[in-house]
């Protein structure tokens, strides 16, 4: 599983992966968020999601850059030992390299607000609030 890292480490953007111990609990944390029944949010734990299937990457990029807080960190869950932390604006110019090596599903959770993504690797984007 250390794939995920040695692939985005390569792309040189300060990312801070987390131990061992605190990557379960981030993971732990962000699966509540993911549904168990399709690839996606879970919408008992979500509102207010908007889905976009990615056709054109310039298109979604401008999607996600409108729909996301740009302040702050996010905390990028892989497995419940691949967590990263990354300034927001940098996870924003780079999500298409973070995500399309992998080619699995993630979940970011944004550390100053209560917006959450989902990536599918069926090229899907969702994006909400964490009820609270």
Same mark, same amino acid.
């Given at each position: 599983?250390?794939?995920?890292?040695?692939?985005?480490?390569?792309?040189?953007l300060?990312?801070?992966?987390?131990?061992?111990?605190?990557?379960?609990?981030a993971?732990? #944390?962000a699966?509540k968020?993911?549904?168990?029944?399709?690839?996606?949010?879970?919408?008992?734990?979500?509102?207010?999601?908007?889905?976009?299937?990615i056709e054109?990457?310039?298109?979604?990029?401008?999607?996600?850059?409108?729909? #996301?807080?740009?302040?702050?960190?996010?905390?990028?869950?892989f497995?419940?030992?691949?967590?990263?932390?990354?300034?927001?604006?940098?996870?924003?110019?780079?999500?298409?390299?973070?995500?399309t090596?992998?080619?699995d599903?993630a979940?970011?959770?944004?550390?100053?607000?209560n917006?959450?993504?989902?990536?599918?690797?069926?090229?899907?984007?969702?994006?909400?609030?964490?009820?609270?």
């Amino acid at each position: 599983m250390k794939y995920r890292k040695a692939e985005i480490e390569r792309l040189n953007l300060s990312v801070r992966w987390l131990n061992s111990k605190h990557a379960k609990n981030a993971y732990d #944390f962000a699966a509540k968020y993911s549904a168990t029944d399709f690839y996606g949010l879970n919408s008992e734990v979500v509102e207010s999601i908007f889905k976009l299937e990615i056709e054109s990457d310039s298109i979604a990029d401008a999607w996600l850059k409108s729909n #996301f807080n740009t302040v702050g960190t996010v905390q990028g869950v892989f497995s419940e030992n691949e967590v990263f932390i990354l300034a927001t604006n940098i996870f924003l110019d780079a999500w298409q390299d973070i995500f399309t090596p992998t080619k699995d599903d993630a979940m970011v959770l944004h550390n100053n607000s209560n917006t959450v993504l989902f990536y599918s690797h069926e090229h899907v984007l969702e994006i909400g609030q964490r009820k609270v």
